[in-house]
């Protein structure tokens, strides 16, 4: 499932923004969820738990972040971004990135927008508005996730081939550090509370824990086989992780690091996200094409919607 190497690019223009349109009414808030072999992202109201709508995007969507005027979706084989108006839920702009565009983030003010690219080897930044790419940092080798922490002013970048986080400054562009952490990072998660980074180490089947004020790995968390994804609770105690080939989430109590429970979800589980009020945790299961809705206070499944083939939402899905 890593992202493939063909390209068609479909270029764009970005239009004014609606940031509350037709659809703004119903319960919300909205988890976007990729749907990798089906070319489109279904949406769910977390409300109702009810699909909304599907979003055709280019070849092969992946990344997904979300801010206050649009949904950005990495399309890896058309190789461009899909630009989403928060308030139509329509594609308005189309914009060519790179090689092999992954992982994606979105300052929520909608100013910037930050993009993996498998490939070269970079983080591509947009501007948010036009589209055009202001900035580029060379990282390590097929940075996959990213998750921004806007309160220090910094991103953080899985590389999966260099075993390592890259730390950059968002105002300078300057990395701060590279972190070694366990065997092929993926997904990353930042804690809200303690601001500790969660690297998901694929191969390591492990999370790699990273202090912010330290810059180096101070906790080796275990988990199930072949991880991908991570989340964490508002309240900052537990640790939700998907496991794509066990077909579950390990819960993980924060302050002892050890291990809760494990969740039966759906097959080969991906994306994962928490909702705004921290109620339920989302799982998005590329095997079998659904949505498994997990209570963050019984730590059961309540629920599972049908999304489509190749259920992936990697990254920040849920507003």
Request: with cysteine; aromatic share 6%; proline share 4%.
């Amino acid at each position: 499932m890593w992202p493939p190497s063909s390209r068609h690019c479909l270029p764009g223009i970005l239009a004014a923004c609606l940031i509350l349109g037709s659809h703004a009414g119903q319960a919300g808030p909205y988890a976007f969820v990729t749907n990798q072999l089906a070319d489109n992202v279904t949406v769910i109201d977390t409300g109702t738990r009810k699909k909304v709508t599907t979003i055709r995007t280019g070849h092969r969507p992946v990344g997904v972040a979300v801010s206050e005027t649009h949904i950005f979706v990495t399309n890896s084989e058309s190789r461009d971004i899909s630009f989403i108006n928060r308030g139509t839920l329509e594609v308005e702009a189309t914009v060519p990135v790179g090689d092999g565009p992954v992982g994606i983030a979105a300052d929520a003010d909608s100013k910037r927008v930050f993009v993996t690219d498998w490939y070269r080897h970079h983080v591509f930044v947009l501007d948010a508005g036009t589209g055009a790419i202001i900035e580029q940092v060379k990282v390590g080798q097929s940075p996959a996730g990213l998750t921004l922490d806007e309160d220090f002013h910094r991103l953080y970048v899985a590389n999966r081939d260099s075993d390592s986080v890259s730390i950059i400054d968002t105002r300078s562009y300057r990395i701060l550090a590279e972190v070694k952490v366990g065997d092929a990072p993926f997904g990353l998660a930042l804690d809200p509370v303690s601001r500790r980074i969660y690297a998901v180490n694929v191969r390591g089947n492990s999370v790699s824990v990273i202090d912010p004020d330290k810059l180096e790995v101070v906790a080796t968390l275990e988990v199930g086989e072949w991880p991908y994804c991570a989340t964490v609770s508002l309240d900052g105690k537990h640790l939700f992780v998907t496991n794509q080939d066990e077909d579950s989430v390990t819960v993980i109590d924060i302050a002892s690091g050890s291990k809760l429970v494990e969740i039966e979800v759906g097959g080969t589980p991906e994306g994962i996200d928490i909702t705004p009020d921290g109620q339920h945790v989302y799982v998005a299961n590329w095997g079998d094409g659904s949505v498994s809705v997990i209570d963050t206070r019984s730590l059961q499944v309540v629920d599972t919607i049908d999304s489509d083939e190749g259920s992936r939402a990697f990254g920040s899905f849920i507003w």
